[in-house]
C-alpha cells in the first residue's frame, strides 16, 4: 500500500523559512514525478511545485524564487524548502505522487503570521 507522510509544517513569522519532507513507503513502481500541493479552505488545491526522477522541476509563478523542491532517491523522500514565506503562503501542504494511480498525503499545515 502506498504511504505518502509529510512533515515539516508550522507557525513562522513572515520572511522566514520551513522545510518540509515527504516520505514515501509501500510502492512498487518507478515514480515519474512528485509534487507539492497546497489548499486553503474555500479554495481549490493548487500546484507549488513538482520535480520529475531526471530532476527538472517546475514552479508556480507564486513561489518561484522562493521554493525549492528537491529530492532524494536513497530514502525515498521529496524536500520542499521555502524561504521569504508570506501570509499568503498559509495553507496546508500535501505531498502528491504520480504513478499508476494518484497519491497523495495527509497534509501538513504551514501558517505564516504577519
Known amino acids: 500500500q502506498v504511504r505518502l507522510v509529510e512533515s515539516g509544517g508550522g507557525l513562522v513569522q513572515t520572511g522566514g523559512s520551513l522545510r518540509l519532507s515527504c516520505v514515501a513507503s509501500?510502492?512498487?513502481?518507478?515514480?515519474?514525478?512528485m509534487g507539492w500541493f497546497r489548499q486553503v479552505p474555500g479554495k481549490q488545491r493548487e500546484l507549488v511545485a513538482l520535480i520529475t526522477r531526471g530532476g527538472s522541476t517546475n514552479y508556480s509563478n507564486s513561489v518561484k524564487g522562493r521554493f525549492t523542491i528537491s529530492g532524494d532517491n536513497a530514502v525515498n523522500t521529496v524536500y520542499l524548502q521555502m524561504n521569504s514565506l508570506k501570509p499568503e503562503d498559509t495553507a496546508v501542504y500535501y505531498c502528491?505522487?504520480?504513478?499508476?494511480?494518484?497519491?497523495w498525503g495527509q497534509g501538513t499545515q504551514v501558517t505564516v503570521s504577519s
Open positions: 509501500g510502492y512498487k513502481f518507478s515514480i515519474n514525478t
Open positions: 502528491r505522487m504520480y504513478g499508476p494511480s494518484d497519491y
